[in-house]
């Protein structure tokens, strides 16, 4: 099946202890993308790869850092949480190059809840 | 880059009526627009998208419609159910920077049986 894997799916942490939160496709997509949801603040990006190796900031990335070693995975990483991180935290992929003009949309992961105390 | 505005952000509309959803954006460019319907405490999922060298699209008891001139789109889901209680999320795809999206900030979306 075709999927976007993210885990755990609920964390909670202590100020300042570093965390992972990974992330896994199997559709071969070159893009992928972290982005946290807050109430009323809808998904803002966090990261996003365009492929392997290849990593920019989106529009919220202080105090996250992520990795594109593989196709496939796209890891978050927080060195030093702290509890403004709360939130609800998604990865997505796709394919800019297949279907038609505009490319494949985003397929999301089932999410990670976050809780910094 | 993009900016992506979307209204209203609550709405509440009885069982059988039509619900409708805009969004606006700022990049001429931006060529993709999806729509993401979004669960309580789950992902959100694609339900309906258009590309811009289209006009409307239907899918059902759901629609969107683009006007690449005034640079809004619309969704509009006819018959109401309880099960579309959700929050949508419109988005649109910027395609001078490969595959970026922007997201709207969500209406919450009930139906009252």
């Known amino acids: 099946e075709a999927q976007v894997t993210q885990n755990p799916r609920y964390l909670i942490t202590v100020t300042g202890k570093k965390l992972t939160v990974t992330c896994s496709q199997n559709m071969n997509h070159e893009y992928m993308s972290w982005y946290r949801q807050d109430p009323g603040l809808g998904l803002r990006q966090i990261y996003y790869?365009?492929?392997?190796?290849?990593?920019d900031k989106g529009d919220v990335p202080e105090g996250y850092k992520v990795s594109r070693k593989e196709k496939r995975n796209f890891p978050l990483i927080l060195e030093s949480p702290s509890p403004n991180q709360t939130s609800l935290y998604f990865c997505?992929?796709?394919?800019?190059?297949?279907?038609?003009?505009?490319?494949?949309?985003?397929?999301f992961g089932n999410g990670t809840r976050l809780t910094v105390t | 880059g993009e900016n992506v505005e979307q209204h209203p952000s609550t709405l509440s509309v009885q069982e059988g009526d039509s619900a409708v959803i805009k969004c606006t954006y700022s990049d001429s460019a931006s060529n993709y627009f999806p729509w993401y319907k979004q669960e309580l405490g789950k992902r959100p999922q694609l339900i309906i998208d258009?590309?811009?060298?289209?006009g409307e699209k239907k899918d059902q008891r759901i629609a969107v419609t683009l006007n690449k001139t005034a640079k809004h789109f619309s969704l509009h889901i006819t018959e109401t159910q309880p099960e579309d209680s959700a929050v949508y999320f419109c988005?649109?795809?910027?395609?001078?920077?490969?595959?970026?999206?922007?997201f709207g900030t969500g209406t919450s979306l009930t139906v009252i049986p």
């Open positions: 997505a992929s796709s394919n800019p190059r297949t279907g038609r003009a505009g490319g494949s949309p985003l397929h």
């Open positions: 790869s365009m492929n392997v190796e290849v990593t």
């Open positions: 258009i590309r811009s060298n289209v």
């Open positions: 988005a649109a795809r910027e395609a001078n920077t490969g595959n970026q999206f922007y």
